[in-house]
């Protein structure tokens, strides 16, 4: 039999340019080199270097890798850290309060800004209100919610009393939902009435109803519903509106400390080869990588502003939403609808509003948006100042070398001069 000839082999090479390279964290490749070098010869020292200077630990840890039971292994398992403090607190008491942490726009244009301490404040009202209704660390929490402000609070407010969240992403139907309440072990349900995508309202609240009607219902207490539209629902004994819950609690909520092997999340593959598998992630290690790749992968800078498109409903959306651009101290933009409406210049037009300098989405979104400006020149991305652009990334699935091609020669949009290098994950 003869064997088959690939023709997908790509071996051109682009480099940063020397400016960029200049300014970055690893200016060259034998810098990179010498890191990975002195992570193989010492990496249980390698790894706790890092972890002692970039996260904030309540109780340094002194063991740094237990191996002793593989392959669950354990890392800093005798530090204690809180991964909402790491987010958030660390920078208002460093001074950067006033900082804005979030830009949020609606699908309708609509843009809400949220500073740093007035979103430890709405984190803490949350933490306080789960408190009052009895939850602590251990417990398990579904969240079903839109892009949204009220969806990181959501996901920062369990983190901050180490109740273990799991994220459903808004598009799953209630059976998809009902799997994973069951399997996760949920006793609290953090939803919305509805979302709104594409300019149009997508129930929520109802699919959580139906998803209740079984099994899944057995451990639930309580649903908390934040009103997106106002959208007229069923509410049953156990359902409460986020507004309601939080309206008179306290502004400050100090937080629950866990070992570094605490979960923080667990996340359900979509279940499109079989039935959805939860993966458990820990609180020390994997707040660390959230913040080496922010550091590292993108190159971050204080004054950057960035923008993941992702949804936190996938892993993508955690780590470069919830947890990693926070952790670094950066604003970032969190988009609600689609980037086709009103029109495909959607993406573009959010760039040269808010002035984003880091821009990670997905290749079929490229590939939309390559469709778009090849049908339609007035959604081209020529057509917008994108001169804050100055790194741009991929993430999901494999990028074709077309698009790829696409994407970096369209550095013209924004001049050589701004933006000096791509990346692919």
């Known amino acids: 039999m003869s064997e088959i000839e690939s023709r997908l082999i790509e071996n051109r090479v682009f480099f940063p340019d020397s400016e960029f390279a200049k300014n970055a964290k690893l200016s060259n490749m034998s810098e990179y080199l010498k890191m990975c070098q002195s992570s193989n010869e010492n990496y249980e020292q390698f790894w706790a270097k890092l972890a002692r200077e970039l996260l904030l630990w309540k109780c340094p840890f002194t063991s740094i890798l237990n191996a002793q039971n593989p392959p669950f292994y354990k890392w800093f398992e005798d530090g204690m850290l809180n991964a909402s403090y790491n987010c958030i607190d660390r920078h ?41 209704m009895g939850y602590k660390k251990g417990d398990r929490a579904i969240i079903y919610m839109p892009m949204s402000i009220e969806g990181v609070i959501s996901m920062q407010a369990c983190a901050r009393l180490g109740i273990t969240h799991s994220v459903v992403f808004g598009g799953f139907s209630s059976k998809s939902l009902e799997e994973r309440i069951i399997d996760v072990g949920a ?32 451990n639930v207490r309580d649903v908390i519903v934040y009103r997106r539209t106002g959208a007229e629902i069923e509410m049953s004994p156990r359902d409460v509106f986020l507004e309601e819950v939080v309206e008179s609690e306290q502004h400050y909520c100090e937080p629950v400390y866990v070992e570094s092997e605490h979960p923080l999340f667990v996340l359900y593959t979509s279940g499109s080869t079989g039935r959805p598998k939860g993966i458990q992630h820990s ?19 204080p004054d950057d502003i960035f923008w993941c498109t992702a949804d936190i409903g996938w892993i993508t959306g955690h780590t470069y939403v919830a947890y990693g651009p ?16 009103p029109d495909a210049g959607r993406f573009w037009q959010m760039i040269e509003k808010h002035g984003v300098s880091i821009f990670y989405t997905a290749p079929t979104a490229i590939r939309a948006l390559i469709k778009a400006s090849s049908l339609d020149n007035d959604v081209a991305p020529e057509n917008y100042n994108l001169k804050s652009l100055r790194l741009l990334g991929t993430v999901g699935e ?13 550095r013209r949009w924004v001049q050589m001069s701004c933006c000096r290098y791509f990346l692919a994950d």
């Open 187 to 218: 006793k609290l349900i953090i939803t919305a009435d509805e979302q709104v995508r594409g300019g149009k309202n997508i129930p929520l609240k109802k699919a959580v109803d139906e998803a209740l009607t079984g099994e899944a219902s057995k």
């Open 398 to 410: 494999p990028i074709n070398p077309e698009a790829w091609i696409w994407y970096y020669k369209k």
């Open 92 to 132: 208002v008491l460093s001074g950067n309060g006033e900082k804005v942490a979030l830009v949020f726009e609606s699908d309708d244009g609509y843009t809400e800004r949220v500073s740093y301490q007035s979103l430890l404040s709405k984190v803490c009202k949350l933490s306080n209100a789960l408190i009052r």
């Open 283 to 301: 609180t020390g290690g994997y707040l660390l990588h959230s913040v080496l790749t922010m550091l590292y992968t993108f190159d971050i800078k």
């Open 326 to 341: 926070l952790a670094t101290g950066n604003t970032q933009i969190i988009f609600e609808g689609v980037p086709t409406f």
